[in-house]
């Protein structure tokens, strides 16, 4: 099974063979390699994806470049969270993919829109526990005053 990583903290500047030599030496497990780019100026957006073949492959990769500088800035590289059908805005997929249609866009009522999609995606599981307690110490406060 494939394992899809996210690699982030990319250079506006960056060119694509760049982005690619940084993983030259695992071609040999790579599925793709795909640097996200701005469809209108075509510069880099700042982060990318690549597929590797294992899972110990990719947590090999992750290991080795996590942090590891790039055009002067150090890469975050991690496991991407997987896509999911229904999500909205919460998916993996990058918003400049997909419908074409504009996130936020609808009958011209931003606020329409935010508390649509707020009410369906849920918070991301790594951060929930930090979640509940800014929610708390919020709580705390408007009490208090």
Do not use: H
Request: include cysteine; proline fraction near 4%; hydrophobic fraction near 30%.
């Amino acid at each position: 099974m494939s394992i899809r990583l996210y690699v982030g903290n990319l250079s506006r500047e960056l060119e694509r063979q760049e982005f690619e030599s940084v993983f030259s030496e695992f071609s040999a497990d790579l599925v793709s390699v795909k640097l996200i780019a701005d469809k209108k100026t075509g510069k880099c957006r700042g982060f990318g994806f690549v597929t590797v073949k294992t899972d110990e492959k990719a947590d090999e990769i992750v290991e080795k470049l996590n942090g590891q500088a790039l055009a002067d800035m150090p890469i975050k590289i991690e496991k991407a969270l997987p896509r999911s059908k229904g999500e909205g805005e919460g998916d993996a997929k990058p918003s400049g993919e997909g419908s074409g249609k504009r996130p936020g866009k609808t009958n011209g009522s931003r606020k329409a829109t935010t508390a649509a999609t707020t009410a369906s995606v849920q918070p991301d599981p790594r951060w929930a526990g930090e979640l509940e307690k800014l929610k708390q110490m919020l709580a705390a406060q408007t009490t208090s005053s």
